[in-house]
């Protein structure tokens, strides 16, 4: 099945840009969503069609897909958004998770 | 959005059985496509099955494909997951999650706060 690959962590100092990566062959084909999760919750939809936000995400929030990349962009980094991001999308075997990403914010 | 809410984790034995739960909390569970993702202690994200708003629709991933079974009952507004078989490796948070978008373009929008299931001896 499709397999999704992810950097295991990516650092950040607050105010910052962070980008995180989503590869996969021939990525920019295919529509990727993007979650947040933090410690003890449940994952939250932060973009999804690879670059719309759901209602009540900031607009610091954005997604690109082309290639074999897909990549989530955070813009002006806050201590609050330090989690895991995972990519995910949908082929004929059903859902695709990446492995996920740490954000840590310095 | 709709609110999800599961239940029926717990303690079982390798070998054993588990049925889980998913309530639509003010809505009706029949209008939604609905998946299972779960997540092993300290691991990422595996989806699990999904059931259509038709439920000829029904989807599993190999690694429980003959062993779990998910069903909904629309005169009680509950899906469930009925888990067989029960190895070790099923050891996870078990999240209910409403699947949106269209073909192609599938996404989780909204999910519960998760159910554990432990397997152990």
């Known amino acids: 099945s499709y397999v999704l690959t992810q950097p295991p962590s990516v650092s950040v100092a607050p105010g910052q840009t962070a980008r995180i990566t989503c590869g996969g062959n021939?990525?920019?084909?295919?529509?990727v969503h993007w979650y947040q999760q933090k410690p003890g919750q449940a994952p939250v939809l932060v973009v999804y069609?690879?670059?719309d936000r759901p209602s009540g995400i900031p607009e610091r929030f954005s997604g690109s897909n082309s290639g074999n990349t897909a990549t989530l962009t955070i813009s002006r980094v806050e201590a609050g958004d330090e989690a895991d991001y995972y990519c995910?999308?949908?082929?004929?075997?059903?859902?695709?998770f990446g492995g996920g990403t740490k954000l840590t914010v310095l | 959005e709709v609110q999800l809410v599961e239940s029926g984790g717990g303690l079982v034995q390798p070998g054993g059985s588990l049925r889980l739960s998913c309530e639509a909390s003010?809505?009706?569970?029949?209008?939604?496509?609905i998946n299972w993702v779960r997540q092993a202690p300290g691991k990422g994200l595996e989806w699990v099955s999904s059931?259509?708003?038709?439920?000829?629709?029904?989807y599993y991933a190999d690694s429980v494909k003959g062993r779990f079974t998910i069903s909904r009952d629309d005169a009680k507004n509950v899906l469930y997951l009925q888990m067989s078989s029960l190895r070790v490796e099923d050891t996870a948070v078990y999240y209910c999650?409403?699947?949106?978008?269209?073909?192609?373009?599938?996404?989780?929008?909204?999910w519960g706060q998760g159910t554990l299931v432990t397997v152990s001896s």
């Open positions: 059931i259509g708003t038709d439920t000829r629709y029904i």
């Open positions: 069609g690879d670059s």
């Open positions: 021939n990525i920019g084909g295919k529509s």
């Open positions: 999650v409403r699947l949106a978008g269209a073909a192609g373009n599938y996404y989780f929008s909204s």
């Open positions: 995910q999308l949908w082929d004929s075997n059903g859902g695709v």
């Open positions: 003010g809505s009706t569970v029949s209008f939604y496509s």
